[in-house]
């Protein structure tokens, strides 16, 4: 495992991130950040406890488990648990702003679009992002990004946060070890 | 998309009975079924994580609500299902189960969910199959997914399954509900005893780890639930208690004998009830009862079994 970016960059990473939601998005409403669990769950709440601080409109704050979404189901083997969706609010109308921890293929941000057109009809999604590694398999890019890494094809780059793994951090892991495990 | 470290990951490609499920794997169920109940919540109630597989519902024996459930649940993780029962179909002509299934799957069937009358025919088909195979019934021995939603029905009302006291009460003899309730209840650490009138209570269950009782009015006031299951009467032929009303008063669950359980008491039942004898309506509909809670965890539990197996491979 090899670090990408130390937290020191990976606030300044998120910093920026927030700069371009906050001043995309402040004054957008009805709006709703959503996470994609498990990494972009946490990134959405530490965004939304930010926007809060600045704003006096409400925002809606969801989680989105995108299991049944995926494409490559029926490819894996051996099932991790899987989440709840917690979206208690009505979609219809509302700007969402979709939070991830890294944009690689593409295909879990089409997979979440399903899921979410599951729940209403938003007026607008747009996509944030911390890392975006390349790669990208699909017409899918992100509308904020804190930042780009270049990543070999073969491997993965995994985002670490202090609520989750002690720290923060961004990390290319190997992928044929992943496999083993 | 980063995944935890050390998750659990299911791998198992039947669900054939509880008696060969650890405990985690239990627990894994369980917390797959709670993520599944959202999806009842939405306003539209589908996920395409079963797109494009077909999900064949063989029903040798007859089934109103574990047909209706599992059909619901396939259809909400956008599977399509096909339907077979025994009546009126080339069983009646004299064709073999093993037949029957491998000219099914031959068209194609991804996950057989499987009722048979006799014990171990799921695990048959499960050898000799290549499609996943999920136990909805087998004779006298296993209904592992009613054990499963009823396990789950306590677990969300009474927040755990570790040391709670159950009773099962009635034909423990011919009861696969017992059977597997007691299997799994037993794995996740409750406490279970069987009750009923010697004739239909055979003293070998304490092998699976439980106590025997024969007298209801002992058991009531010290446990946190009570299963009452049906009397079968399809199943035995000879009188094993005197009267119906004999039975009723010993082990039907009344407004009476409720008073003497614990004020929070969970009445549970796998259905369908035979009003008066098990259960009054007093009870059934009371507040104590559960039933219908049952049912609906039923469809989430159902949910995850048939995804779970489509995802193993063991």
Known sequence: MQRLLTAKQVAAALNRLYRLIRSNLLDADPLAVIGIRTRGETLARRIVER???????PIEHGVLDITFYRDDLSLRKGMPLVRATEI?????????CLVDDVLATGRSVRAAMDALVDFGRPRAIRLAVLIDRGGHELPIAADYVGDTVDAPADARVQVHMKEHDGHDGVFLVNSKKRKKR | MTKADGEFVWKRKHLVGLDELTSGEIAHLLDTAESFREVSTRSIKKVPALRGKVVGLLFFEDSTRTRMSFELAASRLSADTVLFTAKGSSVAKGETTLDTCRNIEAMGVDIFVIRHGQAGAPHMLARNLSASVVNAGDGSHEHPTQALLDIFTIRRRLGRVESVKVAIVGDIAH???????????????AEVVVVGPPTLVPSAIAAMGCRISHDLDEVVGDVDVVNMLRVQFERFSSTLFPSVREYSRLYGMDAERLARCRPDVLIMHPGPINRGMELTSEVADGPNSCILQQVANGLAVRMAVLYLVSQGTE
Do not use: T
Request: proline share 0%.
């Open chain 1, 51 to 57: 926007l809060r601080a600045e704003r006096d409109k």
């Open chain 1, 88 to 96: 208690d609010f009505d979609l219809d109308g509302k700007v969402v």
């Open chain 2, 175 to 189: 009861s696969r509900v017992a059977r597997s309730n007691i299997l799994g209840l037993r794995k996740l650490g």
